[in-house]
C-alpha cells in the first residue's frame, strides 16, 4: 500500500510495490493514516515528499474493482464510493502543516493526477511517464473538488481546457511550459534526488507549520469550500 518514514525533518510517503498504485478504499485509507500521522508528529522544519515504486505514480480509482460490481448501477455506487473517501485525502492535503512535495516517478492518470497536484510542489519524470486526465474518454464527468482543484492549481485556461476537455497526455517537459510541474528530470532517482533537495531547502526556513497551512489554504479559498476545509486566521507567535 504506503509507508511512511520520517528522516531528518522530511517524512517520506511512498506507494509501494510495481502495481499501478490504483487508489483503492484500502489504499485511500492508508495514504489517510499515513498524513495523519505525519501531520501528528509535524514540528517546525517538516516536509513531505511523496513518490512511489515502478511505472506508475498512480494510475486513478479501481476502476476494475468498480466494474466487476457486476452491474452498471452497481459500478457507479463503487466508483461513488471511491470519489467520496478521496475528497479528504486532498482535504488532508490542504491542510497539512508543512510544505509538500510530490516526486512523480510514472504515469499519474486521473485521481493519481490530482494526487501529485495536490500538493505545493509537483515534480516529474521526463524520459518517461505521462500525466493524464482519462475522464473525458471514458464518459466519466469530473467530481466536484476534481473540478475545484484544476482551476485552483492550473493557471493556464488553455492548459485546463487540454487536460480536461482534450484528455491530453503530457509528458514532463510540456507539463512543465504549463506551469503544471515545478521541474522534469531525466530518471526516476534524479526526479526523487531533486525533490528530496528541495524539501531540505524548505526544512531550512522552519516556518510554523500552523500558519504556513493557514497561508495555503487561503490561497483555494473555493477548493478548500468545496472539501469541507475552513479556513482560519491563526494568531502569530513570534
Known sequence: MCTLEKRGDL???TLTGDDEHRLSLTLIDSLLSALSQAKSQAT??????????????????????????GSASAARARLSQMVAAFKPVVAALLSLPMPTVAAVQGHAAAAGFLLAL??????????????????????????????????????????????????????????????????????????VEAAVCLGEQLAKRKWNGDVYAEIRKSLYPELCGVVGVAVATPKAKL
Open 118 to 191: 495536490s500538493h505545493d510542489y509537483f515534480l516529474m519524470r521526463r524520459d518517461r511517464g505521462v500525466l493524464y486526465m482519462s475522464e473525458v474518454d471514458l464518459g466519466l464527468p469530473f467530481p466536484d473538488y476534481f473540478t475545484a482543484a484544476f482551476l485552483a492549481k492550473i493557471g493556464s485556461v488553455s492548459g485546463r481546457r487540454d487536460v480536461m476537455l482534450r484528455g491530453m497526455k503530457l509528458k514532463g517537459d510540456e507539463a512543465v511550459k504549463l506551469g503544471i510541474v515545478e521541474s522534469a528530470h531525466d530518471s526516476a532517482e534524479s526526479t
Open 11 to 13: 517524512f517520506f510517503l
Open 44 to 69: 517546525r522544519g517538516s516536509v513531505l515528499v511523496t513518490t512511489a515504486h515502478g511505472k506508475f505514480f498512480s494510475n486513478g480509482f479501481d476502476l476494475g474493482w468498480a466494474q466487476a460490481a
